[in-house]
């Protein structure tokens, strides 16, 4: 038996970052973890997230470009918007379904952000970016705790990937290796894959800078 319906769908919003985002169930539901994407890009902006924080200078240029890789819902790259509006955000996704609340989500909040139909960075024709931020499907369905019947509202086409989870992961990696870009890094996985990806990175000319929570950063 199926479990019950997330409270998220049924009210058809999930808080995130302080603001309630639209939701349905062909997105995946934002994430509290997913927040310190966010908390790492204010700090390569040299702006606190935290009151009172002290933060170092700014390591971004003036009017960077961010892309939000399997942008969803499009709460990372809505929410990057408004808290730094200086940048420019682009939103890439390989569902219309999820491009359509993202874009619905970027009206509600009035962002400025540009939403692409992407497999990963396979449709995207911009500039190099500043930034790449990335909360891909990194699930693998073998995991001995993975709870399905909880996830199974949840489109398994944001939650599931091959490889033990990482074969999206990978796959983004190579795609900025090959195209000569040398962006900062910011990636959600689970922390059991944070040895694997930072190993499989190395190996491919990227230098790991450190892992926060979920998120390991490039």
């Known amino acids: 038996m199926n479990s019950k319906i997330p409270v998220a769908y049924k009210r058809g919003?999930?808080?995130?970052?302080?603001?309630?985002?639209?939701?349905?169930?062909?997105?995946?539901?934002?994430?509290?973890?997913?927040?310190?994407v966010i908390d790492e890009v204010m700090l390569l902006a040299g702006k606190p997230y935290l009151s009172g924080m002290k933060v170092s200078e700014r390591k971004l240029s003036a009017n960077p470009l961010i892309l939000d890789v399997?942008?969803?819902?499009?709460?990372?790259?809505?929410?990057?918007?408004?808290e730094l509006p200086e940048v420019k955000v682009v939103g890439l996704d390989i569902s219309d379904k999820a491009l359509r609340i993202a874009r619905n989500n970027a009206d509600k909040f009035h962002a400025e952000v540009d939403f692409v139909n992407s497999?990963?960075?396979?449709?995207?024709?911009?500039?190099?970016?500043?930034?790449?931020?990335?909360?891909?499907?990194?699930?693998d369905e073998n995991w001995e705790w993975l709870d399905k019947d909880a996830l199974s509202h949840e489109p398994s086409l944001a939650l599931y990937a091959?490889?033990?989870?990482?074969?999206?992961?990978k796959k983004l990696l190579m795609q900025i290796e090959e195209y000569g870009w040398h962006p900062k890094i910011i990636l959600e996985a689970d922390?059991?894959?944070?040895?694997?990806?930072?190993?499989?990175?190395?190996?491919?000319?990227?230098?790991?800078?450190?892992?926060?929570?979920?998120?390991?950063?490039f």
Do not use: M, W
């Not at 399997?70 to 408004?82: D, E, N």
């Open 13 to 36: 919003q999930q808080d995130f970052y302080g603001r309630d985002f639209d939701v349905s169930s062909d997105v995946l539901i934002p994430r509290p973890e997913t927040e310190a």
């Open 70 to 82: 399997g942008t969803g819902s499009g709460c990372i790259a809505v929410t990057i918007k408004l």
């Open 119 to 139: 497999d990963l960075l396979g449709n995207y024709h911009g500039q190099e970016p500043d930034v790449i931020v990335a909360n891909l499907p990194y699930v």
């Open 162 to 169: 091959d490889d033990r989870g990482l074969g999206l992961i």
């Open 191 to 217: 922390p059991c894959q944070h040895e694997r990806i930072i190993t499989f990175a190395r190996k491919h000319g990227f230098k790991h800078a450190k892992t926060n929570g979920y998120t390991v950063i």
